[in-house]
């Protein structure tokens, strides 16, 4: 008899630093939208102050929908919940995982963020980037290892060329 091995789910998600490093030249230019738009005597005062507040409305939903993806590492499957008003599921088979990726831009350097790419032979899913972890945290180890586990389990074999 096969021994079931169970792991528990793993919630990721990303940091608000990484809403910060996306957004950081929009959250620069609506302060100075307020300023402009709080000065007497300067033209189009009203139209930069209704600009600023639209923009402004559309930083707090990116805000909002950074905060509110999720990635869950479960027993079988990968799974990627997002979306604001509407909330979209992705699955993806953790057997169908074939490689991984992290890499950094110089901002997330300074902020000690990563993103991890997992790649799949899944055809909705080819690609999942899971943005704005911290930089300690081992995620390809942790999903690396259930991946493995699950091509085993299923009799999954790699051949490749050389």
Same mark, same amino acid.
């Given at each position: 008899?096969?021994?079931?091995?169970?792991?528990?789910?793993?919630?990721?998600?990303?940091?608000?630093?990484?809403?910060?490093?996306?957004?950081?030249?929009?959250?620069?230019?609506?302060?100075?939208?307020?300023?402009?738009?709080?000065?007497?005597?300067?033209?189009?005062?009203?139209?930069?102050?209704?600009?600023?507040?639209?923009?402004?409305?559309?930083?707090?939903?990116?805000?909002? #929908? !950074?905060?509110?993806?999720?990635?869950?590492?479960? +027993? /079988?499957?990968?799974? *990627?919940?997002?979306?604001?008003?509407?909330? =979209?599921?992705? #699955? !993806?088979?953790?057997?169908?995982?074939?490689?991984? +990726? /992290?890499?950094?831009? *110089?901002?997330?350097?300074?902020?000690?963020? =990563?993103?991890?790419?997992?790649?799949?032979?899944?055809?909705?899913?080819?690609?999942?980037?899971?943005?704005?972890?911290?930089?300690?945290?081992?995620?390809?180890?942790?999903?690396?290892?259930?991946?493995?586990?699950?091509?085993?389990?299923?009799?999954?074999?790699?051949?490749?060329?050389?």
């Amino acid at each position: 008899m096969q021994q079931v091995l169970r792991y528990r789910t793993v919630r990721i998600k990303s940091h608000a630093m990484q809403f910060v490093i996306n957004e950081l030249p929009l959250l620069l230019l609506c302060p100075i939208g307020l300023i402009y738009a709080g000065m007497d005597g300067l033209p189009l005062t009203k139209l930069v102050l209704a600009l600023t507040l639209i923009l402004s409305l559309i930083l707090l939903y990116r805000f909002i #929908y !950074l905060k509110r993806m999720t990635y869950s590492v479960g +027993n /079988e499957q990968f799974v *990627f919940e997002y979306g604001v008003f509407q909330r =979209k599921v992705d #699955y !993806l088979e953790l057997y169908r995982i074939v490689d991984f +990726n /992290e890499h950094q831009t *110089f901002i997330q350097q300074l902020c000690g963020l =990563k993103t991890v790419s997992i790649y799949s032979g899944d055809r909705t899913t080819p690609r999942l980037d899971i943005i704005g972890v911290k930089n300690g945290c081992e995620y390809v180890s942790l999903i690396r290892e259930r991946v493995e586990y699950n091509k085993r389990k299923k009799g999954i074999y790699e051949i490749t060329n050389r």
